[in-house]
């Protein structure tokens, strides 16, 4: 069995493939794991032909997997980095390595979910957004805050905003909010939902024809309820993209 991991900056996701099946994936975060944590964890009770795995984790992060993975007997980890081509798509980026690998992955598995016109939105500790053809070419994307990014920044860059954020009651889901804590929060979030429609327009403008919406991440929930498009919640996304790359021919 292969063992696939997403390390995230704050949370690893995780799944087993099987005959290209995969187990439902498990999700947590990792700030107080130790070495014992990460292999309990990942490794419960099973044994890894493989691990593959993308990272946009500290490299002390990936070198606790390595160690890890090591320590059970499966080997060095294959961490998947972006490249001009693979699995039938093509790296949009001017310097394909530049490109993040979880957002490279993330293209991928929503490519070959459906290989349609895509505008793939991952909300995490930063949002981003790509685009991808049913040809397969990626056409490159964004990146901003995600959504507790933005609050804590707010927090932290105004003089009394955190003060009146703790003294206000509980969050009250409003476009047009009556306390600091649900228009901190209710701003961030509608900030972003709003960039996620005017992107979805700007390709749906490019290509002459809407793009399908799909989320992922952690926060895609906190950004998605916003929207007045149609989406679809595909939580596991960078790990179906894993799941490919792992079962590619070898070239």
Same mark, same amino acid.
């Given at each position: 069995?292969?063992?696939?991991?997403?390390?995230?900056?704050?949370?690893?996701?995780?799944?087993?493939?099987?005959? =290209?099946?995969?187990?439902?994936?498990?999700?947590?975060?990792?700030?107080?794991? =130790?070495?014992?944590?990460?292999?309990?964890?990942? %490794?419960?009770?099973? @044994?890894?032909?493989?691990?593959?795995?993308?990272?946009?984790?500290?490299?002390?992060?990936?070198? @606790?997997?390595?160690?890890?993975?090591?320590? !059970?007997?499966?080997?060095?980890?294959?961490?998947?980095?972006?490249?001009?081509?693979?699995?039938?798509?093509?790296?949009?980026?001017?310097?394909?390595?530049?490109?993040?690998?979880?957002?490279?992955?993330?293209?991928?598995?929503? %490519?070959?979910?459906?290989?349609?016109?895509?505008?793939?939105?991952?909300?995490?500790?930063?949002?981003?957004?790509?685009?991808? @053809?049913?040809?397969?070419?990626?056409?490159?994307?964004?990146?901003?805050?995600?959504?507790?990014?933005?609050?804590?920044?707010?927090?932290?860059?105004? =003089?009394?905003? $955190?003060?009146?954020?703790?003294?206000?009651? $509980?969050?009250?889901?409003?476009? %047009?909010?009556?306390?600091? &804590?649900?228009?901190? !929060?209710?701003?961030?979030?509608? $900030?972003?939902?709003?960039?996620?429609? &005017?992107?979805?327009?700007?390709?749906?403008? &490019?290509?002459?024809?809407?793009?399908?919406?799909?989320?992922?991440?952690?926060?895609?929930?906190?950004?998605? =309820?916003?929207?007045?498009? $149609?989406?679809?919640?595909?939580?596991?996304?960078?790990?179906?993209?894993?799941?490919?790359?792992?079962?590619?021919?070898?070239?």
């Amino acid at each position: 069995m292969i063992l696939l991991v997403d390390l995230g900056n704050t949370r690893v996701k995780w799944a087993w493939l099987d005959s =290209s099946t995969t187990v439902m994936q498990q999700a947590a975060p990792y700030a107080d794991w =130790s070495l014992e944590d990460w292999r309990r964890q990942l %490794f419960p009770g099973r @044994t890894a032909s493989r691990v593959v795995a993308c990272s946009v984790a500290p490299a002390t992060t990936m070198e @606790t997997l390595r160690e890890a993975t090591r320590l !059970e007997g499966a080997g060095a980890v294959e961490f998947i980095e972006a490249t001009r081509r693979l699995a039938g798509v093509t790296n949009g980026y001017e310097n394909p390595a530049q490109l993040g690998a979880d957002r490279w992955v993330a293209v991928i598995g929503a %490519f070959h979910d459906r290989p349609i016109d895509s505008c793939i939105v991952n909300v995490g500790t930063a949002m981003t957004i790509d685009a991808v @053809t049913a040809a397969g070419q990626h056409l490159g994307g964004l990146i901003v805050p995600g959504p507790d990014l933005m609050v804590g920044a707010l927090h932290r860059e105004t =003089s009394d905003l $955190a003060v009146r954020s703790a003294a206000s009651k $509980a969050r009250a889901d409003a476009a %047009f909010a009556s306390d600091t &804590r649900s228009a901190i !929060e209710n701003g961030c979030e509608l $900030a972003l939902a709003a960039l996620v429609e &005017r992107q979805c327009n700007a390709l749906a403008q &490019r290509l002459g024809r809407p793009p399908r919406l799909l989320f992922a991440g952690g926060a895609a929930h906190r950004v998605r =309820s916003w929207l007045k498009v $149609a989406s679809d919640h595909v939580p596991d996304l960078v790990l179906r993209g894993l799941a490919v790359i792992a079962t590619q021919p070898t070239p």
